[in-house]
């Protein structure tokens, strides 16, 4: 049968997506393209902001009119936290966060899903639905953390792994498969392994994966600060483990990190990033931020912005405060209003023009290693874009009958070049 998949929102969305696409492969079915004639539809949507929410909804509208005969499949957080919407607007079929890996068994035992007589031997790395180079696996899901502005955890349920033996058996098959990077992804990631027993960790996990795979780049996903000490940074000393961490801040003010319910404090935050940057080369560190939580004074907007500007990170993910159904959070008083929110929005987004293009020049004249995913014509010449080991967008031009999908080399970086590096190999 003829499949399309769709996701928005983060990396383990992604990961899920990619993860059935391999399933219906390799049960002999098709992915199909956005356009196509397609007998089942499925949407892996996103309910973190009331935006994403929103963007949600569009999409699963879009999705009907443009395959009004296809099996409308909705899963995702937004087809846990509104699901009436989400059936008013068009899904035939909504399957919970809970069940999502399981959607070719259960599309199967409903009749839906009809069985091939082709079985796939060779999956190859073209198969993400995404189109990237990188495999995106889900190693860990759910959260108990109490963060009030959070709507994952009442939309993902309690955390829980998947067995570490699981996990290497995957990354082998996709290095099997052809896949260069490998991106370990969870709502918690530092909490795995804790739901297995006293001696299974993230840092476990990582070593594991290492020995007994030969993976060529790994990569870790979101990780919470309070899940790290920095005898973890060790873990680096192995060169396949690439040197870019994603730290969600989501405020420099320490009332406001109290107000969310967030287990660090500002200072606790910094000694941790001093300690990963005198430990791995070349890092580059990326953070999430919240403005405008419910009763962010001036001053404390001011904390979190010069905190924030001290700590030069390599890129800020903003995200203008909007409550979610269900969070503590959103039944706070002093909620912020939209002008203020976008004034503060405004002002961090100065910050991380200045301290992204302060990063990136950083890297001019230096080599890197790049693994490149696409390219586009230019002229007579190809222009070939990937990522840098440390997360930074590279770009590099060939001859057209020079490919280098899917390869990675060291490059030397030669100027700054649409928001990230142009490089020659």
Known sequence: MRIHLHAIGCRLNTAEIDSLARQFIALGHSIVPAGSDADIVIFNSCAVTSSAGSESRKIIRKLRRANPYATLVITGCYAEIDIQIARDVGADMLVGTQYKDDIPQILTESGLLHDCDHIATDIAYSSSSSGRTRAFLKVQDGCENKC??????????????????????????????GYCEVVLCGVHLGAYGHDIGVNVSLEDLVLSVLKETDVKRLRLSSLEPWDLTPDFFKLWEDSRLLPHLHLPLQSGSNRTLRRMGRRNTSNSF??????????????????????????????????SY???????????????YSGRPGTAASKMSEQISVDIIRKRSRLMHEINKKHQSQFISSFVGRE???????????NDLVCWSGLTS????????????????????????????????LGHV
């Open 148 to 177: 009030t502005f959070c709507v994952v955890t009442i939309a993902r349920g309690a955390g829980r792994s998947k067995k570490l033996a699981q996990v290497i058996q995957e990354i082998n098959d996709l290095v099997g498969f």
């Open 270 to 303: 910094k000694n941790l990033l001093e300690a990963a940057r005198m430990t791995i080369p070349n890092l580059s560190v990326t953070t999430d931020v919240i403005v405008g939580f419910p009763a962010e004074t001036d001053t404390d907007f001011i904390e």
């Open 306 to 320: 010069e905190f924030i500007d001290s700590m030069k990170f390599a890129g800020l993910h903003i995200f203008p």
């Open 368 to 378: 890197l290693d790049v693994l490149w995913e696409s390219c586009k014509s230019d």
């Open 390 to 421: 440390n997360y930074l967008r590279a770009y590099a031009y060939s001859d057209s009958d020079n490919s280098l999908r899917n390869v990675i080399t060291k490059t030397k970086m030669m100027e700054t070049f649409r928001g990230g590096l």
